[in-house]
C-alpha cells in the first residue's frame, strides 16, 4: 500500500508537469529501484564480513593480533586452538581430580609435603575447569561478566599453581636444611602460612580484571591477552620470573646439600666412587627435569608477556599459552604419580581394595 501510495502521488505530480518536465521526471522514475529497507542494509553489509566470527582468543579487529579471552555476542567461529586449549582442560582436570581425592579421603596424607601437593593439585584442578567454563561461556553462553569471572579463576589458579610450586621447592630445601628439627609442629605451621600467602595473593590477581581492571572501555590498553591490561599482564610476568629465579637458586642449594650428603654416607659406608657418583647424577637429574620442565612451561609466555601488546599476532600467544597449560597437566606425573604412598593408594583403588588406614612410612620431601 505504501509502494502504491508514493507512485500515485509522483504519477499525479508527473501530470502536472510540462513536457520537458514530464520526460525529465519520468527518466527518473525509470531509474529510480523499489528496493526494500532491507535489501540496502543487505547491499551496504556484504555477508562475507568478518564480524563475528572471532574465536575466544581470536583478534577483535581483523588483522589476527591479541588474544580475546572477552566473549562476544555474535555467534562466534569454532577456533581450532580454543578446541585444544579445552582439551587440555579436560586432560589436567580429570589427572588433578584424581590427586585431590586421593589426599583427601586419605586421613595418613596430613603431612605438609602432602598438603602442598593438594595445594598444587587443587590449583591445577581449578585451572583445567576455568579452561573449560571459558570455552563454553564463549562458545555456548556467550556473557561478558561471566567472561570476566572465568578470566579471573584462570589467572586465580594459574598464579596458585605456580606459587604452590615455589612452596613446595621450600619445603624440600628446608626438610634438607633443618633435618633433625624438620618433623614438629613448627612445620606444619609454616606449611598453612606458605598456604595461605600463596592462595591470597593468587585470589587477589584473580580478582583485579573482575573488580575493573580490564580494558574493556580501553582498548588500547590492553595486552596480548585480552581483557588483561598490560600492566596487569606485566606484573603477572615479572612475578612468574621472580618465582622462577628463586626456585633456581633454592634447587641449587638442594643439589649441593644432596652431593655433600651423599659424598659423607659414601665416605662413612665405604661406598665405591661410582655409586656415590649414580646417586648424586640420579639426584641432579631428578631437580633437572622438576625445574626445566617449569622454565620450558612458563617462561616463553612469561617473556612473551612483557614483550608483546595488543598488535601482536594471536597465533604467538597461543604458541605461548598453551605450554603453560601444560605445566598443569605434568605436574601430578613429577609431584604426586611419583610418590610411593600414593602408588600405594592408586593400586589399592585399582585392586578394589581400597582402605584409608593402610599405614605409611614417613617420608621426607626430599625422597619424592
Excluded at 575493573?212 to 606484573?235: D, F
Aim: charged letters at 10%.
Amino acid at each position: 500500500m505504501l509502494l502504491k501510495t508514493t507512485f500515485g502521488g509522483n504519477k499525479a505530480v508527473l501530470s502536472r508537469l510540462g513536457g520537458t518536465g514530464a520526460a525529465r521526471g519520468q527518466q527518473v522514475l525509470r531509474g529510480c529501484s523499489c528496493r526494500s529497507p532491507s535489501a540496502i542494509m543487505l547491499e551496504k553489509e556484504p555477508p562475507n564480513s568478518s564480524e563475528g566470527q572471532q574465536g575466544w582468543f581470536s583478534a577483535r579487529n581483523g588483522s589476527g593480533s591479541s588474544l580475546d579471552l572477552e566473549s562476544v555476542v555474535q555467534p562466534l567461529a569454532l577456533n581450532l586452538w580454543d578446541v585444544v586449549l579445552c582439551i587440555s582442560g579436560t586432560i589436567i582436570s580429570c589427572e588433578n581430580a584424581i590427586v585431590v581425592v586421593v589426599i583427601f579421603y586419605t586421613p595418613a596424607f596430613r603431612a605438609p609435603m602432602f598438603l602442598l601437593i593438594g595445594s598444587l593439585a587443587t590449583a591445577d584442578l581449578l585451572a583445567g575447569l576455568g579452561l573449560i567454563l571459558h570455552f563454553a561461556f564463549v562458545y555456548l553462553i556467550p556473557s561478558e561478566a561471566v567472561s570476566l569471572l572465568t578470566v579471573g579463576l584462570l589467572v586465580t589458579s594459574f598464579t596458585a599453581s605456580v606459587g604452590s610450586l615455589l612452596t613446595i621447592t621450600i619445603d624440600r630445601y628446608l626438610s634438607l636444611y633443618n633435618a633433625l628439627t624438620y618433623y614438629s609442629e613448627r612445620t606444619v605451621t609454616r606449611t598453612y602460612i606458605m598456604l595461605i600467602l600463596t592462595w591470597g595473593a593468587s585470589i587477589c590477581y584473580g580478582l583485579l580484571p573482575v573488580m575493573g581492571w580490564n580494558c574493556l572501555k580501553e582498548p588500547s590498553a590492553c595486552s596480548i591477552v585480552r581483557p588483561l591490561t598490560k600492566s596487569h599482564l606485566i606484573i603477572l610476568s615479572v612475578s612468574f620470573l621472580a618465582v622462577f629465579a628463586a626456585m633456581l637458586q633454592l634447587y641449587v642449594q638442594i643439589c649441593r646439600i644432596v652431593c655433600r650428603h651423599a659424598h659423607q654416607i659414601a665416605v662413612q659406608r665405604h661406598f665405591l666412587a661410582s655409586s656415590h657418583y649414580d646417586t648424586t647424577r640420579k639426584g641432579i637429574a631428578t631437580l633437572a627435569v622438576i625445574l626445566g620442565t617449569f622454565a620450558s612451561c612458563w617462561l616463553p609466555f612469561a617473556v612473551y608477556g612483557l614483550l608483546g601488546d595488543d598488535s601482536s599476532p594471536a597465533l604467538y600467544t597461543y604458541v605461548t599459552l598453551l605450554p603453560a597449560t601444560y605445566n598443569s597437566m605434568l605436574n601430578p606425573v613429577i609431584y604426586a604419580f611419583r610418590n610411593q604412598e600414593i602408588q600405594k593408594v592408586l593400586w589399592a583403588v585399582c585392586c578394589g581394595c581400597f582402605s584409608s588406614t593402610l599405614p605409611f612410612r614417613s617420608r621426607s620431601p626430599s625422597d619424592v
